[in-house]
C-alpha cells in the first residue's frame, strides 16, 4: 500500500513538473513579442511592445542582439497624480549585473494625472515636465539618465519598465514599447 502511495505521489509530482514546464514556455512565448521592423530616416529600427503589463512593471525579453546606436521608450501609464511615480527602465543581460537608469524622478509633473504617449529619447530637447498644467504627459522628453548607459550598448536583455510610486496608489503600465535603432541610414539602400 505505501509503495503506491509513494508511486501515487511521484506520479502527480512528475505531472505538476511537466504541466509547469508547459506552462513556462508559454509564458516566455507571451514575454518575447515579436519586433516590427522600420526605417526613421537615420537607420532601422525594431520595436517591442507589451500589452499585458503587470500593474506597475512589465518585461520584454530581447533575444537578438541587434545594434543599438539609439533607443526610445514610450509608454501609457496610469495614475492619479504623476509626481508620485518614478519611471525606471531595467536590463539584465545573460551573466551580467542588472542594470537601471532613472527615466523620470518623483515630483516632476505634479500633481498631473496620466502618462499618454510618453516617450524618452537620450536626443531630446527637453527634462520631463515639473508642473501639472502640461498633464496628461505627451511628447519627447530626455530621461533623467541616459539609456545609452544600460547594457554596454546591446540590446539583447531582460528589458523590465517599472513605474514606482509613493503614495499608496499603485500605477498601471497599460503599455509601452522599447525601440532600437542604428544609425546607418546609408548602408546598402541608397540612404533612404
Not at 525606471?88 to 498631473?112: I, N, P, T, W, Y
Not at 511628447?139 to 541616459?146: A, I, M, S
Request: aromatic letters at 8%.
Amino acid at each position: 500500500m505505501r509503495t503506491h502511495v509513494l508511486c501515487l505521489s511521484l506520479l502527480l509530482a512528475c505531472s505538476s513538473l511537466f504541466l509547469s514546464a508547459v506552462a513556462g514556455e508559454f509564458e516566455l512565448e507571451r514575454d518575447h513579442p515579436p519586433a516590427a521592423e522600420f526605417r526613421d530616416g537615420r537607420g532601422t529600427c525594431r520595436q517591442y511592445t507589451q500589452h499585458n503589463a503587470h500593474y506597475n512593471h512589465s518585461t520584454i525579453f530581447v533575444m537578438d542582439d541587434l545594434p543599438r546606436d539609439r533607443t526610445y521608450v514610450a509608454m501609457n501609464v496610469t495614475h492619479k497624480r504623476a509626481g508620485a511615480v518614478k519611471l525606471v527602465l531595467r536590463a539584465k543581460r545573460e551573466g551580467e549585473d542588472l542594470q537601471q537608469v532613472r527615466l523620470k524622478s518623483f515630483g516632476h509633473g505634479g500633481r498631473g494625472q496620466n502618462f499618454v504617449d510618453t516617450t524618452f529619447s537620450d536626443d531630446a530637447a527637453e527634462h520631463f515636465p515639473i508642473w501639472q498644467e502640461e498633464a496628461p504627459f505627451t511628447g519627447v522628453f530626455e530621461p533623467d539618465v541616459h539609456m545609452s548607459k544600460l547594457a554596454g550598448g546591446a540590446s539583447a536583455a531582460k528589458w523590465t519598465l517599472l513605474a514606482i510610486n509613493r503614495d499608496g496608489h499603485t500605477p498601471r503600465i497599460d503599455s509601452w514599447t522599447l525601440t532600437f535603432c542604428d544609425n546607418n541610414a546609408g548602408a546598402g539602400d541608397g540612404g533612404l
